[in-house]
């Protein structure tokens, strides 16, 4: 069952204007750790960050929430198996998020083309009778019961 779609695109020469501005501050703000490393080593980091940019973007939309709720790019990774297919990978409020919807399954697609970077997700549950949106009210309901909703960050 589809828990939730999100897709978003990204030009490219904002992150150059980004990074020409704040340098490694903003990375390092969005991105989890792993991917900074490669960021680090990346001969094209403007294309680096749009695709993982427009990739947590897609994501935080599919979770239904946005950035918001204390849900921060840094919560949502994105790797690449060894055939270079890429996945998401969820930590901090974004973990809670998934395990709270149920969802099971990540799916990720990401394409450029010169100055725009594309990604779309799509949040996959296994149980039958699954209800997104009341799941997703349930979660934040749970995030803010449990301290964790007032936008402070883990």
């Not at 020469?13 to 501050?25: I, P």
Request: glycine fraction near 12%; charged fraction near 25%; hydrophobic fraction near 40%.
């Amino acid at each position: 069952m589809i828990v939730g779609i999100g897709t978003d695109i990204v030009q490219v020469s904002r992150m150059t204007a980004l990074l020409g501005r704040y340098g490694e501050r903003f990375p390092r703000r969005i991105l989890t750790g792993d991917e900074f490393k490669k960021f680090s080593v990346s001969k094209q980091p403007a294309y680096f960050l749009a695709k993982r940019f427009a990739a947590k973007e897609a994501a935080a939309k599919a979770l239904g929430t946005g950035f918001g709720s204390g849900l921060r790019p840094c919560h949502i990774g994105v790797g690449h198996t060894e055939r270079g297919q890429p996945f998401l990978e969820w930590q901090g409020r974004a973990n809670e998020l998934v395990r709270i919807l149920g969802v099971s399954r990540g799916l990720l697609s990401l394409a450029d083309e010169k100055e725009y970077a594309l990604a779309f997700v799509t949040l996959l549950a296994e149980r039958e009778g699954a209800k997104p949106g009341l799941s997703l009210e349930r979660a934040l309901n749970s995030l803010k019961l449990s301290g964790n909703g007032n936008g402070v960050t883990d």
